[in-house]
């Protein structure tokens, strides 16, 4: 007899709804999803479907009206408290005045109750090796390109060695040849850690590369569209997306996301 899957995410219901000077937005509604601890899960759909703010509820940044969301077996809240969420925003958001290393252990410096962390998965430098920045360690922000920022951002969300890693659009604003290249190496650093990964992306191709599935939301409001799994072969390297098997993935997926 198999044993039931651990789930990273299970979603029942989930609704968000913003009350402000006029009218009312609701940005979710009735968001209802698993994810497996392990997993690869790209979000796909058009401007306003609510794919960052699923990713805030999940992060305990922001509480759903309605419905209710376990991370790891606990509300957000607790998951937060326990470290066990690492975040990438689109902006790589480093401290200019700090070197590369010290950017990765920023974390630890907030609040003596996090030094734990200190203790806790591979150490900043581990990190920085893990994400291709071995050598880079005191170099500071400036000196760096877009793409060596962002390898940063994710060293210091990997620090600690959380379960869950939330990526909100983490390569949209690079060239198309760095982003590429991070796809890829996105791909490593998941399969080596481990770590479960949700990741918000615009692109049909990001989508289809980097997700075991693809969460397709449709706007006004935020609903799950559908949630289409990925038979892509492993590991999954660029020229896979000259693949007809690819092509077709990508064809259907854009297909679904005209319906949104």
């Known amino acids: ?9 299970d979603a029942t219901g989930v609704s968000v709804r913003f009350n402000g000077a006029g009218k009312g937005v609701t940005a979710l509604s009735n968001v209802s999803f698993t994810l497996e601890q392990g997993g690869f899960l790209t979000l796909l759909g058009p401007s306003g479907c609510g794919k960052s703010t699923l990713l ?11 419905g209710a969301i376990l991370v790891l077996g606990k509300t957000p809240d607790e998951a937060r408290r326990n470290r066990e969420i690492g975040f990438v925003f689109q902006e790589s958001a480093l401290l200019p005045w700090c070197n590369v ?15 734990k962390a200190a203790n806790q998965g591979p150490s900043a430098e581990e990190l920085l090796a893990l994400v291709g920045l071995a050598g880079w360690e005191k170099s500071f922000p400036h ?8 390898r940063v951002a994710i060293a210091r969300a990997l620090l600690g060695g959380p379960k869950l890693l939330l990526m909100d659009e983490p390569f949209g604003a ?8 991070l796809n890829e190496e996105m791909l490593r650093i998941w399969r080596e850690t481990g770590t479960t990964v949700v990741f918000v992306t615009h692109s049909i191709y990001e989508a ?3 997700g075991q599935q693809v969460m397709m939301l449709a706007a006004r409001p935020g609903r799950v569209r559908e949630i289409i799994q990925i038979d ?10 000259e693949t007809a098997d690819f092509t077709k993935m990508a064809g259907y997926l854009r297909t679904v996301l005209e319906t949104c």
Do not use: Y
Not at 56 to 66: H, L, Q
Not at 101 to 115: Q, S, Y
Not at 143 to 150: N, V, Y
């Open 232 to 241: 892509l072969p492993e590991p999954r390297k660029l020229a896979l997306r």
């Open 208 to 210: 289809a590369f980097l």
């Open 174 to 181: 690079l060239d198309e040849i760095t982003r590429d290249r």
């Open 56 to 66: 805030r509820v999940i992060a305990d940044i922001t509480k759903p009206t309605s």
């Open 1 to 9: 007899m198999n044993a039931t899957p651990l789930l990273a995410l």
């Open 143 to 150: 000196e760096l390109s877009g793409g060596m920022r962002q």
């Open 101 to 115: 290393i010290d950017n990765v252990r920023l974390p630890l410096a907030v609040g003596g109750k996090h030094k």
